[in-house]
T-cell receptor, first 112, second 111 residues
Framework: NAGVTQTPKFQVLKTGQSMTLQCAQD?????MSWYRQDPGMGLRLIHY???????DQGEVPNGYNVSRSTTEDFPLRLLSAAPSQTSVYFC???????????FGPGTRLTVT | GESVGLHLPTLSVQEGDNSIINCAYS??????FIWYKQESGKGPQFIID?????DKRQGQRVTVLLNKTVKHLSLQIAATQPGDSAVYFC??????????FGTGTSLTVIP
């Protein structure tokens, strides 16, 4: 049981480039979410999904897209990277929103 | 968005003492709360949760207290150990499938 996995661990992008951060879970959880964590701040919700085919915006969705074609995978797409998107990104999953959330190890993204 | 704040950004305690980490939340509709521990370079790790219909919940060496009257949450760690050194976050769930996190308290355990 791998839990929540994220790839890559580290990424450097130039302004304007696009990329996809991968997230997968093997616990058959319906609820998945993406957060970003900036220095001195807590985690802020970007997007979430309550099941395959259903996604919704969180607190800071601008500049990011998500899709949920399967229960296991929840990729996060950066459409046109900006320096303000330099952050550590965490994916999480849980049986449902009101339950323990399991976090992945994070992706550290730098945009130059 | 909703704010979830912590009273103290840093806390230092002697090994073996009890630690108390506080958290204030602003939305009276919040119905579920989680405490997370985050070690350097890792993702947050679940410690304990509590629903709004409870005042207290105990786990192994940890207790969470919820005071809905003043919208305050606390995490108590008994007999603090060096391995407890980390950043601790509280998170609240407001009905609507979203969690809001506090900014975190850094706990340092002095051997």
């Amino acid at each position: 049981n791998a839990g929540v996995t994220q790839t890559p661990k580290f990424q450097v992008l130039k302004t304007g480039q696009s990329m996809t951060l991968q997230c997968a879970q093997d616990m058959n959880h319906e609820y998945m979410s993406w957060y970003r964590q900036d220095p001195g701040m807590g985690l802020r919700l970007i997007h979430y999904s309550v099941g395959a085919g259903i996604t919704d915006q969180g607190e800071v969705p601008n500049g990011y897209n998500v899709s949920r074609s399967t229960t296991e995978d929840f990729p996060l797409r950066l459409l046109s990277a900006a320096p303000s998107q330099t952050s550590v990104y965490f994916c999480a999953s849980g049986e449902h929103p009101i339950s323990e959330q399991y976090f992945g190890p994070g992706t550290r993204l730098t945009v130059t | 968005g909703e704010s979830v704040g912590l009273h103290l950004p840093t806390l230092s305690v002697q090994e073996g003492d009890n630690s108390i980490i506080n958290c204030a939340y602003s939305n009276s509709a919040s119905d579920y709360f989680i405490w997370y521990k985050q070690e350097s370079g890792k993702g947050p790790q679940f410690i304990i949760d509590i629903r709004s219909n409870m005042d207290k919940r105990q786990g192994q060496r940890v207790t969470v207290l919820l005071n809905k009257t003043v919208k305050h949450l606390s995490l108590q760690i008994a007999a603090t150990q060096p391995g407890d050194s980390a950043v601790y976050f509280c998170a609240e769930n407001i009905p609507g499938n979203q969690f809001y996190f506090g900014t975190g308290t850094s706990l340092t355990v002095i051997p």
